[in-house]
Each structure stands twice: as C-alpha cells, then as structure tokens.
C-alpha cells in the first residue's frame, strides 16, 4: 500500500502533537512541516527526522493532505489556500471564525473536490463512541455538558464559546440529529474582555432539552455528559474514560392506565470503555478518508453548523438578546444559513 504523503502547518503544541501520531501511523508518510517560526519548525522537524519546509506553497507541492494546527483566526487563510492547491485538509477546531469564512471552505472543496475534515476530536474519543451506542435504543430527554478548564492552559486566541462550547455543539446536534429550534444564552466575561464563562440552553425540535456549561476559570479541568432518557440516566466521563448507566424500573400498564407489573428492575451498570488514542483515531480516519474518497465523519459542513450556531451565541452573550432559530436540515446544501425569526428581550 503507497503510503499517503501528508504535511503538519503549524507546530506548537497541538502541531507537535500530530506530527507524534502521523509519526507512527499506518500508511502514513509524514513529509514535512511549516511553521510561521522558522526556528520552531527546524526545531521539531529534527524530532521527528523530517523536513522543515520555507514556505506554505512549497509543502503543499509535496504532500496529498495536510493537518493545520496554526491559531484559529489563520485558519481560513491556510486552509483556502491549500484547497485550491488540492490538498486535502485537517482543520483544527473551531474551523474558521466565522459562518463567512467557514462557508468559503466549504464552498472551494466542493469547488475542487477536496476531502475536508474538522478537528472536532471528541467524536473520536471512546467514551462517546461507545455512549452512542448506548444511546441507539433510548428517547433522550435530557442532556448536560459540562466542559470546565483552568484559565491558564486555554487558548487566548477564542472566547470560551470557540475555544471550549464548540466542542459540546458539534457533540449536541450529532446526538440529536438536528440542530437546536432555540437557544438561550449566559455568559461573563472574568479574566479578559471576551467571555470566559458561558451557560447555554438549547431547545431542539423533537423536544429535548441541552445545558451546555462552558468555563475556562475553573481550576478543576472536566469533561462531562449526563443524559436522561426515558430508559435510563447516563453519565459519560471523557476525561477519565467512564460510563455509567442507572436503568429505570419501568411499568407495564394495563388498558385502564393502571401499572401491573414491572417490565425490569433498576440496576446500576458500569461500561468498561477499550483504551485507544482520540488523536491517532481521528487522523487515522482523515489519511483512510484522502485515500479512499469518502466523506469525513467530521464534515466541513459539520463544522459549518458548529460555526454557524456559535457565531450566533456569541451575538446573544455581547447584544444581550435571545433569538429563536430556524436552522436548515442536516440535508441542507452546503452554506444555508439560519434564519432569525424572532427576538425576545
């Protein structure tokens, strides 16, 4: 099997990080970097025993496919110019800044017919692989996100709703299936002047409720989901990688509405959960993705959506109002936008 030739852009911390798993995965050949800082891609090319490449254009002539890894407000910029170079991309998230710019990259793959992939990371973890399936059966009611961090290891370049919510958005609309009808947002900003804090409650068409809970001023770092169902409650730890479910003592009713026996008993059940890298997974996926054409699991329309609602919290947090929604279908073309349909102060 040729090996898929494929660039890191950007190698700070999270770059670094993919050059580590691209390093080591299959069918892989990791070709080179580029950094903006010419030292620091010298410096981890020589890590990794590969080529610091001078110039963006000059990696994109040598590979098939690229991760870009650089600070959120660049992404548009590298990603664009890669597409129309016919790369195929891995774009950290959140994709872009803004719905303009993430509908541009949306609209040059399709364009060029370039494979292109968010880095939405949590849909590869094996905690919500494995919560998903769970979940098939059950009639969600209910859900909780609670992703809490320190503020001094968050990024500074996004507020709290592109550096941390995005993640519990892009998670939120996958489990549902749909994009939320409404949406009601809080936030406070505490040690900058963007929004550290955020709590947003998101109301979906088939009636369930979402809490997302956004900090980066918590000193306990977490990563949490709980769902009440109609068969259970559920508590998903991705972090410490965990499940448990507590199922219902459920009723069986007769004509009358009264109950005469019970369908089961409540038990408590703990789901073992396989060890495996998110990282390595999601790459694994993006390099099996520009080999065989299909479809990212993560979409660029995927990060669209995520995009589209964000940008849309974040003017409720700094306007102060809230809007109901009427957000395109999941088979909608690529760049519907949602419409406001009514303000309420």
Request: charged share 25%; glycine share 6%.
């Amino acid at each position: 099997m040729k090996p898929v030739r494929v660039g890191v852009v950007g190698v700070g911390s999270m770059g670094e990080r993919h050059c580590r798993v691209l390093g080591s995965l299959r069918g892989v050949e990791l070709v080179g970097v580029y950094d903006r800082c010419r030292e620091r891609a010298l410096e981890v090319a020589a890590r990794y025993e590969t080529r610091a490449f001078a110039r963006l254009e000059d990696l994109a002539a040598a590979v098939e496919a690229a991760t870009i890894a650089t600070p959120t407000p660049t992404h548009a910029e590298i990603a664009l110019e890669l597409i129309e170079r016919d790369v195929a991309v891995m774009i950290e998230k959140p994709m872009a800044t803004s719905t303009i710019e993430a509908m541009a990259i949306c609209e040059a793959a399709r364009r060029r017919r370039v494979p292109v992939q968010v880095g939405h990371i949590e849909r590869f973890n094996p905690v919500y692989i494995e919560l998903k399936t769970i979940l098939e059966p059950m009639r969600p009611i209910s859900l909780t996100f609670r992703r809490l961090s320190p503020y001094a290891v968050s990024n500074r370049d996004a507020d709290v709703i592109l550096d941390l919510m995005v993640h519990d958005l892009d998670l939120a609309i996958d489990l549902i299936g749909a994009p939320p009808a409404r949406i009601y947002p809080v936030g406070r900003q505490v040690f900058s002047e963007a929004v550290d804090y955020a709590i947003l409650t998101m109301e979906f068409p088939g009636g369930e409720l979402a809490t997302l809970f956004a900090s980066r001023v918590t000193e306990q770092k977490v990563r949490a989901i709980e769902i009440t169902a109609a068969e259970a409650y559920i508590e998903a730890d991705l972090l410490n990688k965990g499940i448990t479910v507590y199922r219902y003592t459920i009723p069986i009713y007769t004509n009358d509405n009264q109950p005469v026996k019970y369908r089961q008993e409540g038990w408590m059940e703990r789901i073992g959960i396989p060890m495996a890298e998110p990282l390595a997974l999601e790459l694994q996926h993006f390099v099996d993705c520009v080999r065989t054409g299909k479809t990212p699991q993560v979409s660029a329309q995927d990060g669209l959506r995520v995009i589209q609602l964000a940008e849309r919290i974040r003017t409720l947090l700094y306007q102060g109002a809230a809007v109901a929604l009427r957000f395109p279908s999941l088979a909608a073309p690529v760049g519907a936008n949602p419409q406001l349909s009514e303000v309420e102060r």
